[in-house]
C-alpha cells in the first residue's frame, strides 16, 4: 500500500524537509509513503473560484488513478490517533492507496472536497504549510506504530 500525500505548495523551510524525511524513511517498505508538491496559482487578477479550480486540475493529475481521496479539510471529522490508526488499518486491509491532499493557501476546491472519499481535520488551530506535512506524516507514522504494537506510542 502507498500514502502519497499531494500538498499545493513548493517551498518548505529545509527545518520541515528534514522532519519530513525523518519521518518518511521509518515507515516499512509494506507501507510506502510519498510526497507530490503541485505548483501554487499565481495570484494575479484571478478570482478565487479560478485559482482553485487550476489547483484542482493540478492536484487530479498528481492523484493515480483508482487512489482514495482524503481531502485534509478544516469542516473535516475530526480524528483522535487511535481512530487514525484504525483509519490505516482499514486502508491497509482494502489495500487501496491513498491520497491525503493539503490544499493551498486558499484551501480546497468546494467540488474537489465535495467529491472525496473522505475529509478530516488535522487540528483546530491554523498551522503553516510546512506544520501540515510534518504533523500529517508524523501522525500517520504514530498510527503505523499504534497498530505495530511499536514502542514509538506510548499510552
Known amino acids: 500500500m502507498k500514502l502519497l500525500i499531494v500538498a499545493v505548495g513548493q517551498r518548505v523551510p529545509d527545518w520541515a524537509q528534514t522532519a519530513y524525511d525523518d519521518y518518511a524513511k521509518r515507515f516499512p517498505p509494506e507501507l510506502r509513503v510519498e510526497i507530490k508538491a503541485v505548483k501554487t496559482e499565481p495570484r494575479g487578477s484571478k478570482t478565487l473560484e479560478t485559482l482553485l479550480a487550476a489547483e484542482r486540475e493540478r492536484i487530479e493529475a498528481a492523484i493515480p488513478r483508482g487512489s482514495r481521496i482524503v481531502a485534509l479539510d478544516e469542516r473535516g471529522t475530526t480524528l483522535?490517533?487511535?481512530?487514525?490508526?484504525?483509519?490505516?488499518?482499514?486502508?491497509?486491509?482494502?489495500?487501496?492507496?491513498?491520497?491525503?491532499?493539503?490544499?493551498?493557501?486558499?484551501?480546497?476546491?468546494?467540488?474537489?472536497?465535495?467529491?472525496?472519499?473522505?475529509?478530516?481535520?488535522?487540528?483546530?488551530?491554523?498551522?503553516?504549510?510546512?506544520?501540515?506535512?510534518?504533523?500529517?506524516?508524523?501522525?500517520?507514522?504514530?498510527?503505523?506504530?499504534?497498530?505495530?504494537?511499536?514502542?514509538?506510542?506510548r499510552e
Open 80 to 153: 483522535t490517533t487511535k481512530a487514525l490508526a484504525l483509519q490505516l488499518n482499514e486502508w491497509q486491509l482494502e489495500s487501496d492507496d491513498v491520497a491525503l491532499v493539503i490544499g493551498g493557501p486558499d484551501g480546497l476546491d468546494p467540488a474537489f472536497r465535495a467529491a472525496a472519499h473522505q475529509r478530516i481535520r488535522l487540528s483546530d488551530l491554523t498551522l503553516p504549510h510546512a506544520m501540515v506535512r510534518v504533523l500529517l506524516i508524523e501522525q500517520l507514522y504514530r498510527a503505523w506504530s499504534v497498530n505495530a504494537n511499536h514502542p514509538y506510542h
